[in-house]
């Protein structure tokens, strides 16, 4: 768990975990010099409870990425065969990960990702399930190239996996997005159609429920997009040889794929090869969006 000012649904979160129906866990917490409240929780409870452990980062600073990276780096070799990632605001619920693991082989020695579906709160107050029975059933792996729907919160990774998404690159756009990369190329996803959790959405992270707010951000950011798209491109050429630098015995034929398109010098080559390929978002705007910035 990364932690950074979470002091007003940190304690909720933290019961969750501890209430889960399978006992047999650890929880790290990394914090990133929270200014409020949340340090002075987090030790309480972790006075309390012998399963979580507090971890003090020297060189602390970074943001959430290089927390869970961190994180990751100081619990690669203590033998654990699954891990999962923890929002600092989530609730979990009571069978979260007894479910995950359920979609694990035993002694699975594959690199492999679950994730599950989840719900959240809407603007009017409700509650829903955020996939539907269409989404993500009819979408293609390839899809994750272009967005990530796969919640980090939601995921469980075994040991296979862990070692090979350790050392997440500056230029991912989160962890879990990295561990998506990194599952699609060189092991297998599998998705467990049930709720796990409940997402929380508030002004201080990073998804907003206004749908108004949601609207402008979006037209915002395709125009930042289009203006930065040469930086877009020369970052993910990056983080695709970074990627396809792991050594690892297989690799997915579409993360290459969409690695030469990058490479190709002309932009509507690179568009016209991209639908060829069938390497496009699961809607009109995140399609808009890839070719804006490819």
């Known amino acids: 768990m990364a932690t950074y000012n979470g002091e007003k649904y940190i304690y909720e979160q933290l019961q969750s975990i501890i209430n889960q129906d399978y006992e047999n866990w650890k929880l790290f917490i990394g914090d990133d010099n929270s200014t409020d409240d949340t340090e002075l929780i987090i030790n309480s409870v972790a006075c309390k409870e012998d399963r979580i452990e507090i971890v003090d980062f020297k060189a602390k600073g970074g943001g959430q990425l290089n927390n869970f990276r961190m994180l990751l780096q100081y619990v690669k070799n203590m033998n654990f065969h699954y891990i999962m990632f923890s929002d600092q605001d989530d609730i979990w619920y009571v069978n979260k990960v007894s479910d995950s693991l359920q979609l694990f082989e035993k002694d699975d020695k594959f690199p492999t990702m679950v994730y599950t579906n989840y719900t ?33 919160c939601t995921m469980m990774i075994n040991a296979a996996l862990a070692l090979l ?8 756009e989160n962890h879990d997005n990295w561990i998506m990369l990194v599952a699609l190329t060189y092991g297998r996803i599998r998705y467990l159609p049930k709720v796990t959790m409940f997402h929380r959405i508030h002004e201080n992270n990073v998804t907003t429920s206004n749908s108004k707010k949601r609207l402008v951000f979006r037209l915002r950011r395709l125009f930042s997009d289009f203006y930065n798209r040469k930086a877009y491109r020369k970052n993910e050429l990056i983080l695709m040889d970074k990627l396809l630098s792991i050594n690892f015995e297989v690799r997915q034929e579409a993360t290459v794929t969409f690695y030469r398109i990058l490479q190709k010098k002309h932009k509507i080559y690179r568009v016209i090869l991209l639908w060829e390929n069938k390497i496009y978002g699961l809607n009109l705007h995140k399609t808009i969006r890839l070719w804006l910035l490819i």
């Not at 996939?131 to 919640?151: C, G, I």
């Not at 998404?165 to 991912?172: G, R």
């Open 120 to 152: 959240e709160n809407s603007p009017d107050g409700s509650i829903h399930t955020k996939y539907t029975s269409v989404f993500p059933k009819n979408a293609s792996l390839k899809q994750f190239l272009v967005q990530n729907w796969a919640m980090g």
């Open 165 to 172: 998404v350790s050392k997440i690159p500056d230029e991912a």
